[in-house]
C-alpha cells in the first residue's frame, strides 16, 4: 500500500488521535499517492500508525480516516460513521419543532473535510478536503441510504478548496432542488436558500442561542447586528419583544429576512431591516443617542488565520464598544466571535476592555457556544469556534 512515513518523534500528535498531519512532519512517501489517495502512515521506524487521505498541495498533508491500520476505507466505513452521528442527531433533536441541524461536523465526527447540513428533506454537502472529495461518491450513497433523504446538494464553493488543490463545486448530486426551502427551527419557519444562501444557506449553529434569546425578549426592543436573514430577531419577537431592528450590509439577505418575519405572522410594525455596515450604522445610532435593552453582535469571522487575530481583535473591541454605548441601563448584550483563533480567553478580554472604553460596567451572566450537533472532538480542539457572553449592563 502507499505509505507516508513519519519523522521521528512526529508520530506523537497520531498516537494523541490528532487528525492532522502537517508536511513538515513527514519524512518519506512511499508508491506515489495521488490527490486524495488513502495511505498507510507509519512512524519514523515503520510501526503502522493508521490510514489518511493524502492531500499533495496542502500544509495538512494528511487527514486521518482511523487510527487502526487495517480498517478499510470503503462504503462500509462510511455508511458506520454517517449511521452514528445521524443517530446522535436524532437523538437531540425533537423532529416537531426542529427538521434542520448539521448532521456531519467533518473531523469531529470522524470524517475530515465533510460538512453536511440537513435542511428538511435537503441534504447541502461540502467536500473540503482531498479525502473528502475522492471518496464523494460513496459518501453520496451513504447519506441517501442512512437519512433516506432524496434531494441531494454540493456546496463546496468554500475558498478552503484551493488550499487542497480542488475547484469550486456546485450542483445537484440526487433529486432535485428549490432555492427557497422553508425550515423549522425550535417551532420558527425560515425561509433557506441552499443556492445561493451563505455557506450552506443558514448558520445552524447558533440554534440553541436564538432560543436562548427570547427567554430574555419580553417586552424588549432588540437590535440584532448581523443579522443575516433575521433568525435571532425571529426568536425574540416570539419571545414577545416589543420591536427589532435587524441590520446587515446584504441586501438579498434582509429580503429573505422580511419573507421571513411575514412567514410566521409578525406585524411588519414589529420589525425593521436596515442595510448598511453595522460600524457606520451603529456609529450613527450612537451620534442619535438611541437606545435598545437587548443587542446581539453576531459578526462574520474576522480572523480567519492567526496572523489576523489584532486586526480580528481591533474589529471586535470597536463593535463592542458601540454596543455597549446604545444599551439603555440594565440592558443585555449577546456577543460572539465565530473566529476559531480568537479564544474564549482572548474574546473575554476583548469585550472587558471594550466596556472598559465604552465607560460601563459590564457582567457576564452566561457564556454560549456552538449548538450539540456541532460537537467538539476533545482530540480535534480546532472544532470549537463560536463563543457567546451574555452580558449585562449595570444600572
Ligand atoms: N446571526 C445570524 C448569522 C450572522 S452571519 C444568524 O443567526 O443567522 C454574519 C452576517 O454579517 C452576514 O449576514 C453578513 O452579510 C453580515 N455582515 C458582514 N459584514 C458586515 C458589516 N460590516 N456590517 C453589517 N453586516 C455585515
Known sequence: MKSV?????????ILRKHPWIFSGAIQRVDGNPELGDDVLIKSSSGVPLGIGAYSPHSQIRIRMWSYNSETTIDKEFFYNKINEAYDFRNSLIDPSRTNSYRLIYSESDGLPGLIVDKYSGLLVCQFLSAGAEAHNELIVDCLEEVTNCKNIYERSDSDS?????LRKATGILKGEISDEIEILENGVKLFVNPVKGHKTGFYLDQRDN?????????????????????GFGLFALQGGAKFVTNLDASRPVLDTSEKNYLLNGFASDSFENICGDAFQVLRNMRDENKKFDIIVLDPPKFAESAKQVISAARGYKDINMLACSLLNPGGLLFTF?????????LFQK???????????????????SQAEDHPVALNFPESFYLKGLICKINQ
Do not use: P
Not at 512515513?5 to 500528535?13: D, I, V, Y
Not at 478548496?161 to 488543490?165: A, F, M, P, Q
Open 161 to 165: 478548496r484551493s488550499k487542497e488543490g
Open 5 to 13: 512515513w513519519l519523522k521521528s518523534g512526529k508520530e506523537k500528535s
Open 350 to 368: 476583548i469585550v472587558a476592555d471594550a466596556a472598559l472604553d465604552a465607560g460601563t460596567d459590564l457582567k457576564i451572566i452566561r457564556k454560549l
Open 337 to 345: 466571535s465565530c473566529s476559531g483563533h480568537i479564544t474564549s480567553e
Open 210 to 230: 436564538r432560543q436562548i434569546l427570547s427567554a430574555y425578549a419580553k417586552g424588549k426592543t432588540v437590535l440584532n447586528c448581523f443579522s443575516y436573514t433575521g
